[in-house]
């Protein structure tokens, strides 16, 4: 059986730490290019927080009425059918999940490079590295595993909260960047706000929430999970929205728009705008730490959806173990670092993960249309509903389909080559996993 281990606070540091990653350390340039004004950037990070906070709310609701194993793999099976929830579990192996890890392995080792100069083999044995230490962590328990959450949270909020009072501390003296914004007699002209150009910001600003719907993979583990979860997604989005916009404020108040807009790493940027030339060696530590405890929240998660599927026989059954020490699913944390790993070693994540992430609003939006279905069926008892019914889950759906067509418009074959591999696995469902043995009995939930 497995332990509940995961109080409130570890919950909440999972929610905060998956989504706080690198991408605030360099998205904020897309999105001021894509809309080159202060108030359309600060409009564009509240949109994506707003947007992310109703995904959080839906799968709140999920998570309390299925306060099991497997998170969006478990709403997907209740709402649909076990072929639905397999296509996630499919795309989430192979590509999404353990190309997460990859990816965000490979940026924690760039910035590691930076301290300790390696070649392209280098860079990857360090990936590779990160995985296997981090899986090694949450193999021997999910306590240790929350601990090391919790701990590089802190710190990652810490070192946040230290960026943007440098940033108001010590005000620049160019008249275009600080409380001018810009604006003074003499900088160059202000771009004009242009809202058709919102919702591809939004897009861009989405993807650096991404990871939020992690924590409910863990629920099993989860003391008291129908009111941790939802209270964790709640609050931990909350805190990951008021950092995003308070980093871009700071980033404001040293950089000009244009500066922001075309720079490659604009935390550095504004970093050695504040301290020299010692900015970048600061700002790649403080990345170096975000990212390791983003990959170790990704690894936590990852193999409670695993466990899930091979109890119900949609997975090799053998994963679906329960460690009698340890009292963690040590074979399905195994199955997911060997298959990042060789995904790291090889760099053929980066071709899967880029045509295949985007997939995922695809079952978010089903997600949230299961909510629909399943308050239709009596025997559905969530702890938790969410607020504004039916509004807010309109909304998630309709957000969720406006990325997908997005992707779709902007890059067809890539985006159609990453809709062939999911729709792939509904095949491999009905030739081979349809045909498996009935589901294994799920464990008791009881402490």
Request: hydrophobic letters at 55%; proline letters at 6%; aromatic letters at 12%.
């Amino acid at each position: 059986m497995l332990s509940r281990s995961i109080t409130a606070v570890h919950a909440t540091a999972l929610v905060v730490g998956i989504i706080v990653g690198a991408s605030i350390f360099v998205q904020p340039s897309v999105i001021t290019g894509t809309v080159p004004t202060v108030a359309g950037v600060y409009t564009v990070w509240a949109i994506s927080g707003v947007l992310t906070l109703f995904g959080a709310l839906i799968t709140a609701e999920l998570a309390s009425a299925y306060p099991q194993a497997g998170g969006v793999y478990v709403f997907l099976r209740e709402a649909y059918s076990p072929a639905v929830g397999f296509l996630w579990g499919w795309a989430m192996f192979w590509t999404m999940h353990t190309g997460i890890i990859a990816a965000i392995a490979t940026v924690f080792a760039r910035y590691v490079g930076f301290f300790f100069p390696v070649g392209d083999t280098g860079l990857r044995a360090i990936a590779a590295t990160a995985i296997v230490v981090l899986t090694a962590i949450n193999y021997i328990g999910v306590r240790q595993g929350s601990l090391v959450q919790t701990t590089f949270t802190a710190l990652k909020l810490f070192a946040i909260a230290a960026i943007i009072i440098a940033a108001f501390a010590f005000r620049r003296v160019d008249p275009c960047s600080g409380p001018t914004l810009g604006f003074a007699a003499g900088c160059s002209p202000t771009a004009v706000f242009t809202a058709s150009k919102v919702p591809l910001a939004v897009v861009a600003g989405l993807f650096a929430f991404g990871g939020w719907h992690m924590v409910t993979y863990a629920a099993e583990e989860t003391r008291d999970p129908e009111r941790t979860i939802p209270r964790a997604l709640t609050v931990g989005v909350a805190i990951v929205t008021l950092c995003y916009i308070a980093l871009n404020a700071a980033y404001f108040h040293v950089l000009r728009p244009d500066q922001i807009a075309s720079s490659t790493r604009v935390a550095a940027d504004a970093a050695d705008a504040l301290l020299g030339t010692g900015g970048a060696a600061l700002m790649s530590l403080v990345v170096a730490v975000s990212t390791f405890g983003a990959l170790n929240g990704v690894i936590l998660s990852g193999p409670r959806a695993y466990l899930a599927m091979a109890r119900d026989r949609l997975l090799v059954s053998w994963a679906a173990a329960i460690h009698p020490r340890f009292q963690t699913p040590h074979r399905a944390i195994l199955l997911q670092g060997l298959w990042a790993v060789i995904l790291v070693s090889t760099g053929t994540y980066r071709a899967l993960f880029t045509r295949v992430v985007y997939t995922e609003w695809l079952f978010f939006a089903l997600m949230a249309a299961g909510v629909f279905r399943l308050r239709a069926r009596p025997s559905y008892r969530p702890a938790y509903r969410v607020w504004g019914y039916p509004v807010i889950p309109t909304i998630f759906i309709l957000s969720s389909v406006y990325i997908v067509g997005n992707q779709i418009v902007a890059e067809p074959a890539q985006s159609l080559t990453g809709l062939a591999f999911v729709a792939a696995g509904l095949p491999v469902y009905w030739l081979f996993v349809r045909r498996s043995r009935p589901p294994l009995p799920s464990p008791s939930h009881a402490d």
